[in-house]
């Protein structure tokens, strides 16, 4: 389970900016965009809705919030994807405070072996049943930097532009995280 | 209980799955209605038709429950208040924001000090003058407001009385020099200490004698007598006065702020890379201070990153090269590049261990990486401290720029009026200081009590030059040669032999006026010398309502 790649060469972004202009100005133009994203998109929901319907839902939710507010977006070196990923984040929470259900968390084993490994720890059956239960213990916010880091094996840079923060504070974040997992599963 | 559901390995979605939910009409045809106004709120979480429906809801019962309330509640008759008290003020202008503008000073209380009002007078507050309403001295900065009435448009504009009532006998004051002064700390207004006074050389364009001091007494609502002022000649060149600026609040030096200080990137240590056995690899050293994410590790080989398996690097062996330069690369990877008399060579490589000696570098790099991300979480501690304190910093300058600006600005154009003051001073016959001490804050006048007008008594009525009954309020006859405002009551008398005018207010705020000129035209063998005469004048009004004191002026000075 990785993750779409965001960045890309000089000329996609260019050709982004132009697709994005037009957007702006005739919004039947946004369909582009559209197409270009909704798996990405639908998928990253999924994985945290695990719902198909609700996914297909969350994702129009995106793409309109993003089509009304595109006159905001201004390209600042932060990619359009990154963007809609935000909004994505920004949805999934809203929906999860209101209707106060357990959000889901997609992952494979090896993922769990590279976050023992990462905490330094051996892996084993037991420690892995105490990562599991160490994850229970997460903010939403620091779920979604493990998320983004281990389960969709994202780059520091790609999680901080998703994030609003810098690559360097995504790293010290992510760093904290295991680092909070690791007395969560001692204890 | 669980506040996450965790799924391992399950797939996402596949693409056919996904199509069932990809149509872009789900997402354009909600933007369009949104464009228009019409059901947006249907499409964003659902939430308008059960918010209307509890507005709809809340209105029936809104209504059923006045309804019970107007049907149940008994009809009590509510006493009728009467206002009794007068609660117009003393000092009342007659056009609401036409007046003569305050000149703000602020005074430290422990230092006190002296200020320059733009007409040149001097206001001197001696150290710690002032106290609250409760009669406490305070500290810290006080702001005084100070202006002056000098001619009879300020005069007029004021709203002051200029009569005065001695034991109920009334009569008129002839000013040579009106101030007001007022001080507020934090808003609120404070007053001179016990034992204290504020010492005021007012300038004044005249030099006689004869003039008193009063002290405009707004609760008893009459004019109170002080005693007397100095008269001291005033040398100075009133252009050199008006140029006289107070300084800026806030140095050029202030303004400027260093940006935080950067703190050095912190090299991300490299995680080595195990030796791929079917690759050519070679050994070299390097300078471990240009290197340092090398030099942490031992026993480096380089692995050519470029070439495919095949690639034989032999005749790169075969020769002694005269300079080798190895140049970091951002993925990681290096680019060394061989010179030999005219042939160069350049090949990307990367640093690779093997056995042991990977083990090592892997523990070692594990230790370094934490290493690198504590220091990297200080690092990022301290620059976000450095960011806020700059940030306030920043802040508070941007405050103080503002309030420094806004204070030039007001300097600027009281320098404006100070120059426009002088420059109409210049008929004046001399400049004088009148110099008094006052203990309490209000207005202070300069008077000489003078006889009202005598000569033609007349009832006064008044027409606008179309014939139109006229409706006049705050009527002052003048006379040109006494700095004093008489005013008009239905019944006046006016000297034939002076310079004399009139002047009031028509609906809404226009000011009429009867002329110098008007009042030459006037028939004199049609009116009385003694006895009283019934007389209509005819007014000018202005086109517009009055906006500023300089209006005022300007008019009067043309009459």
Redesign the interface.
């Known amino acids: 389970?990785s993750s779409q790649v965001l960045h890309k060469t000089d000329q996609q972004i260019e050709e982004e900016k132009l697709q994005i202009e037009l957007a702006k100005q005739d919004?039947?133009q946004?369909?582009t965009l559209?197409?270009k994203y909704?798996?990405q998109i639908?998928?990253f929901i999924?994985?945290r809705t695990?719902n198909?319907?609700l996914?297909?839902d969350i994702?129009?939710?995106v793409?309109?919030k993003a089509?009304?507010n595109l006159n905001k977006y201004q390209f600042k070196g932060v990619p359009f994807s990154a963007w809609l990923y935000r909004i994505a984040l920004s949805e999934i929470n809203?929906h999860y405070r209101?209707n106060q259900k357990?959000?889901?968390?997609?992952?494979?084993?090896t993922d769990?072996k590279n976050i023992i490994e990462e905490a330094?720890e051996n892996f084993s059956e037991e420690k892995t049943s105490a990562l599991?239960n160490a994850?229970?213990q997460l903010e939403e916010d620091q779920?979604q930097l493990i998320e983004l880091r281990f389960f969709e094996k994202r780059s520091f840079k790609e999680i901080g532009e998703i994030m609003e923060i810098?690559e360097?504070?995504a790293?010290?974040k992510v760093?904290?995280v295991i680092d909070k997992l690791k007395n969560i599963m001692k204890s | 209980m669980?506040?996450?559901?965790?799924?391992?390995?399950?797939p996402?979605?596949s693409?056919s799955?996904?199509a069932?939910?990809?149509n872009?009409d789900?997402?354009?045809k909600?933007?369009?209605e949104?464009q228009t106004g019409s059901s947006y709120g249907r499409?964003?979480?659902g939430s308008t038709p059960k918010f209307l429906s509890i507005l709809i809801g809340t209105t029936v019962i809104l209504i059923g429950s006045y309804l019970i309330n107007k049907l149940m509640t008994p009809k009590v008759e509510q006493p009728v208040q009467i206002e009794t008290t007068i609660t117009t003020p003393f000092v009342n202008p007659p056009i609401e924001n036409v007046n003569v503008a305050f000149q703000e000073f602020e005074v430290d209380v422990v230092q006190g000090g002296t200020f320059t009002y733009l007409s040149g007078s001097k206001i001197t507050i001696p150290v710690n003058a002032f106290i609250n309403g409760n009669g406490n001295p305070i500290l810290g900065k006080v702001t005084m407001k100070y202006r002056e009435f000098h001619d009879h448009a300020e005069i007029f504009a004021s709203g002051i009385t200029m009569e005065y009532d001695s034991a109920g006998l009334v009569s008129d004051f002839e000013s040579a020099g009106m101030m007001e002064i007022i001080a507020f700390q934090n808003n609120t207004p404070v007053y001179i200490a016990k034992n204290k006074k504020v010492d005021i050389e007012m300038i004044s364009n005249n030099n006689e004698s004869r003039f008193n001091l009063y002290y405009l007494d707004t609760s008893q609502r009459k004019w109170v007598y002080k005693g007397k002022d100095q008269i001291i000649q005033r040398p100075e060149d009133r252009m050199d006065i008006a140029q006289e600026l107070p300084q800026s609040v806030l140095k050029e030096s202030d303004i400027e702020l260093p940006l935080p200080i950067q703190i050095p990137i912190i090299n991300e240590p490299i995680k080595p890379k195990t030796k791929n056995k079917n690759r050519f690899t070679f050994i070299f050293q390097v300078d471990p201070k240009a290197f340092p994410e090398i030099a942490v590790y031992d026993s480096v080989e380089w692995e050519y990153a470029d070439v495919g398996d095949n690639f034989d690097p032999q005749g790169l062996y075969d020769i002694t090269w005269q300079d080798v330069k190895l140049i970091k690369q951002e993925d990681n990877t290096y680019i060394v590049q061989l010179t030999h008399k005219n042939r160069k060579e350049s090949h990307k490589v990367f640093p690779v261990y093997s056995g042991k000696d990977l083990e090592k570098a892997e523990s070692k790099y594990?230790l370094k990486y934490k290493e690198y991300?504590k220091a990297?979480?200080k690092?990022?501690e301290l620059e976000k401290q450095r960011k806020e304190e700059y940030e306030k910093k920043r802040a508070d300058i941007e405050e103080k720029e503002k309030e420094r600006i806004a204070y030039l600005k007001k300097q600027a154009e009281l320098r404006r009026q100070q120059v426009k003051w002088a420059n109409a001073q210049t008929t004046m016959v001399s400049t004088v200081s009148r110099v008094f001490s006052i203990m309490t804050f209000g207005t202070w006048n300069c008077d000489s009590r003078v006889q009202r007008p005598q000569g033609i008594k007349v009832t006064a009525s008044f027409k606008t030059i179309n014939n139109e009954k006229l409706t006049l309020t705050n009527v002052y006859l003048i006379d040109k040669k006494i700095n004093a405002i008489f005013p008009i009551h239905e019944i006046f008398s006016f000297n034939p032999n002076a310079e004399n005018y009139i002047v009031g207010l028509v609906y809404p705020n226009k000011l009429a006026y009867f002329s110098p000129k008007d009042f030459d035209r006037i028939d004199g063998y049609k009116l009385k010398k003694v006895g009283l005469n019934n007389f209509t004048f005819t007014m000018h009004t202005t086109e517009k309502p009055i906006s500023s004191v300089d209006e005022i002026k300007e008019i009067i000075g043309k009459l």
């Open positions: 389970m919004p039947k946004f369909e559209y197409n909704f798996q639908f998928i999924n994985r695990d198909l319907d996914s297909g994702t129009s939710q793409f309109l089509m009304l809203q209101e357990n959000r889901a968390i997609s992952l494979e084993e769990l330094e599991i994850f229970q779920l810098t360097n504070n790293k010290v760093y904290r | 669980s506040k996450f559901k965790i799924n391992i390995g399950k996402d979605p693409e799955e996904m069932q939910y990809k872009f789900y997402v354009y909600p933007y369009q949104s499409y964003l979480n594990k991300l990297l979480d690092k990022e």
